[in-house]
């Protein structure tokens, strides 16, 4: 049990510098992780295995998760800038920071007392026994004792799910085309029935950003995603183009009246 | 609730779950492609070893001495650790699922169970949430677009699907009056719970398979859409713990069901007639046949159905899947209530509620495939009066025509066009 806590409490408090000082907020997200499935586990080892679950299930699987989903969209290669943007909020933060320390302070000096003069925490177990379980007690004080403080939390929950929805709904201007649609929509025009040409291949580059040549060797500019052309970070074949042409050309020039004609 | 095992005891254990998980899925990757080929008009797999045994074995050790890319660009550290940490809760999840009853190992008297709590089955819940960090931080650190996309859609996929899931759980634990998995099956003595609480256990068996990202829920590996979803950088042995990740979930979804609605390691009926069924170490060929037939029937869907499209999969789950299971709940609790106050039988209402359940959920199914197609009817014949029209008034060939969706007016352009170069 005492390997337990040391392995654990190290491995929290580990994770708790890493998410203060890690510049990435992805690898913030992932050190908070790390310290709420160690709190899980230490939970499980003081004999409070339902709070320890529900733990891991609320904060480590749900919350965290939703909040790795927003990093997420921001990507690989970005970190947060340093510079401070909030006039004062370095002093703010670290008054609030020494006033939690005393908070602590006071709070674990005061345990100790206790604990001194008590050296049995005779609550858990008695706790345990009384109601035949974690679960079991749990649920006797949040049905019961707590149920009115329980039900209006979960209408305050409810009301702020719905208050979200609201504000982030908006109504489309048009129907959004379903797939019978488009598919009609693609097979009625000749040009896009077969669907749009596929990007090049050629002996160096075969890759998205690679245009199709038409026959006479210009480019098939609907050969490219247009997101790549809009960035203009498609792979210009032109001027190869060209200089194989030439070579082609003079290789054979009857070629060229070919092309005339 | 531990067992007091002595600590080599323990180390055996482990072991033998961890040995048995990678033979499972050895043997089901093995199964899956002999079963689908057999489907299909195949053979599949038949030369290395007798009937190609031994070809999943091959291909693993192959895919392991493949060359191990990292993609540049990719965040390394995370690129590194997201298939261990999509493997290892994939492991875990067995510590609290029982193989069978108490058994003697070496004289020592001990259930075929790892270990057990009494939230047992809220662990299996959490330590799967858990799994699905190794998903995302796969699709993110790949620095791909497809991968991210995948791992954010696989992730989205299996919080949805375990709402669901965890739901189908509390009428069992309601019945069981416990949530641990050895209790569990102690209640399912005279009847398993499949019986009793058809409409969970129906609700578990969808979402297992959205769960464990399976056909026809394997959107985060849409080929057509996403090449391989969050793995589509990987490669060798980091791909192969993704690949051994997947078919362990495949195992233990199938364990719990087993666990949860057919009543674990007890014999079925007519073999618990035997005295000796439910004793020793035969309820652990019981076991094994019950995981057969659930990982047999993964195999089935993944031959028999098309994939479904993403948006239709996540209503399903949203729409249809949580609010039935949220209203059985209530069928159930008022059961249970009724039984605990009362002391009535309520097995005659559940099971009768349970049908109407199932009718409401058919006829709805019903009259919305009613619906569609009337609408699909009616679009059909309003553009048959439109092409229609078109041939009563021919609408003179425009370069604007060619662009629009009108046939006959394509037709004519086309022609024209025709005339123009002859």
């Avoid at chain 1, 004999?47 to 939703?66: H, R």
């Avoid at chain 2, 170490?281 to 029937?297: D, E, M, Q, S």
């Avoid at chain 2, 299971?325 to 249970?336: D, F, G, N, P, Q």
């Amino acid at each position: 049990m005492t390997a337990v806590f040391w392995i654990c409490a190290l491995l929290s408090v580990a994770g708790a510098f890493g998410m203060v000082f890690s510049r990435k907020a992805v690898h913030s997200a992932l050190w908070l992780a790390l310290t709420m499935v160690n709190l899980a586990v230490l939970y499980v080892s003081q004999q409070a295995e339902f709070l320890g679950i529900v733990q891991v299930v609320v904060y480590t699987g749900a919350v965290m998760m939703l909040f790795l989903f927003v990093l997420m969209i921001v990507g690989v290669d970005s970190s947060d800038s340093l510079v401070e943007t909030i006039r004062g909020h370095r002093g703010a933060s670290i008054a609030a920071v020494s006033a939690l320390l005393v908070l602590v302070v006071t709070m674990v000096s005061q345990g100790m007392q206790t604990m001194a003069i008590n050296r049995d925490p005779v609550g858990l177990a008695r706790a345990n026994s009384d109601e035949g379980g974690n679960v079991q007690g749990i649920a006797k004080l949040l049905f019961g004792r707590y149920v009115f403080a329980f039900e209006v939390t979960s209408a305050l929950l409810i009301t702020a799910v719905l208050g979200a929805m609201v504000l982030a709904h908006r109504d489309r201007i048009r129907a959004l085309p379903g797939q019978e649609e488009l598919s009609r929509q693609r097979l009625m025009n000749p040009a896009t029935a077969a669907g749009l040409p596929a990007p090049g291949v050629y002996a160096r580059h075969n890759a998205v950003d690679t245009p199709a040549l038409l026959p006479d060797g210009s480019v098939a500019e609907n050969s490219l995603p247009g997101a790549l052309q809009l960035r203009g970070v498609a792979h210009d074949v032109r001027e190869e183009v060209a200089v194989t042409r030439a070579a082609e050309l003079a290789a054979d020039p009857t070629q060229a009246q070919e092309d005339e004609s | 609730m531990t067992f007091n095992d002595p600590f080599w005891l323990i180390l055996v254990k482990v072991l033998a779950i961890f040995v048995l998980l990678v033979l499972m899925t050895l043997f089901t990757i093995w199964a899956e492609r002999r079963i689908v080929s057999r489907m299909q008009h195949r053979i599949g797999p038949n030369r290395t070893g007798p009937q190609g045994l031994l070809q999943s074995l091959m291909d693993g050790i192959k895919l392991a001495l493949k060359e191990d890319i990292t993609p540049t660009g990719a965040h390394k550290a995370v690129f590194i650790l997201a298939p261990i940490i999509s493997t290892g809760p994939a492991f875990l999840t067995f510590a609290v699922i029982p193989f069978g009853p108490e058994v003697s190992i070496f004289g020592h008297k001990t259930p075929l169970q790892l270990t057990d709590f009494p939230v047992s089955v809220l662990y299996v819940l959490a330590v799967a949430s858990v799994g699905i960090y190794g998903i995302v931080l796969a699709g993110w650190s790949s620095n791909s677009t497809y991968s991210l996309l995948g791992g954010l859609r696989s992730s989205a996929q299996m919080i949805s699907y375990e709402i669901a899931m965890g739901l189908s759980f509390v009428a069992v634990f309601l019945y069981a009056g416990s949530m641990s998995t050895s209790q569990i099956i102690e209640k399912q003595t005279g009847m398993w719970f499949i019986l009793l609480l058809l409409p969970s256990f129906a609700i578990y068996a969808i979402s297992m398979v959205g769960e464990t990202n399976r056909a026809p829920f394997d959107l985060p590996e849409a080929e057509g859409e996403l090449v391989g979803g969050f793995h589509t950088e990987y490669s060798s042995l980091k791909f192969a713990l993704f690949f051994l990740a997947e078919y362990v979930n495949m195992v233990t979804v199938s364990a719990m069901a087993t666990t949860l609605f057919l009543g674990g390691w007890r014999a079925p009926w007519p073999l618990s007639t035997w005295e000796g069924a439910n004793t020793g170490w035969v309820p652990f060929v019981w076991w094994l046949c019950k995981v057969f037939v659930f990982l047999f029937v993964f195999i089935w869907l993944r031959g028999t159905l098309p994939r479904m499209r993403y948006d239709q999969f996540m209503k399903f789950g949203w729409k249809v899947l949580i609010p039935s299971s949220i209203v059985w709940l209530l069928i159930v609790a008022t059961a249970r209530a009724l039984r605990n106050n009362t002391s009535m039988d309520t097995r005659g209402l559940l099971v009768s509620a349970a049908v109407i359940l199932l009718v409401i959920v058919g006829i709805s199914a019903v009259v919305e495939r009613q619906r569609i197609a009337t609408t699909e009817r009616a679009a059909a014949a309003k553009l048959e009066r439109e092409q229609h029209a078109r041939q009563l008034y021919p609408v003179p060939a425009s370069a604007a025509d060619v662009a629009s969706e009108a046939p006959q007016a394509q037709v004519v352009a086309v022609e024209a066009g025709e005339e123009r170069n002859a």
